[in-house]
């Protein structure tokens, strides 16, 4: 039975630092894109912020399980959270660069863009996640 409790505790330390990781993600990556993604989901019901949003969250998700999964300690995991949270920035920056009226698309609610944004961002995420190596 310890080694359940043990299991348990680990569980929740990472359940716990995943789900800050998830937060500051969700800050950070709300004040890099040019348009305000909570307005645009909650007031305006924007169906393309919500898929771009959502697929820039899932695409961390993914490389955040690879952290967890990948580690062998917290400040290990912590590492890789980091990496992962930075490369979800980059490749944003990387789908703008391709489409340089994301924002104003999104805000349009043009469903192709957040498509693609959302795309970009689920597989950076798979692709930081299979790279993790401890």
Do not use: K
């Amino acid at each position: 039975m310890p080694d359940f409790f043990f299991g348990l505790f680990a569980f929740a330390v990472y359940f716990a630092g995943a789900i800050g990781f998830c937060a500051v993600f969700c800050l950070l990556y709300t004040r890099v894109t040019r348009h305000d993604e909570f307005r645009l989901i909650t007031e305006e019901q924007n169906a393309s912020a919500a898929i771009a949003f959502g697929g820039s969250l899932l695409g961390f998700a993914i490389a955040l399980a690879g952290a967890v999964h990948h580690t062998g300690s917290v400040p290990e995991f912590v590492m890789w959270g980091a990496v992962a949270l930075v490369t979800q920035i980059i490749a944003y920056g990387l789908a703008r660069l391709a489409h340089p009226g994301l924002s104003a698309a999104i805000e349009e609610n043009a469903l192709g863009a957040a498509i693609w944004v959302a795309a970009v961002s689920v597989s950076a995420g798979l692709l930081s996640a299979a790279c993790m190596s401890p």
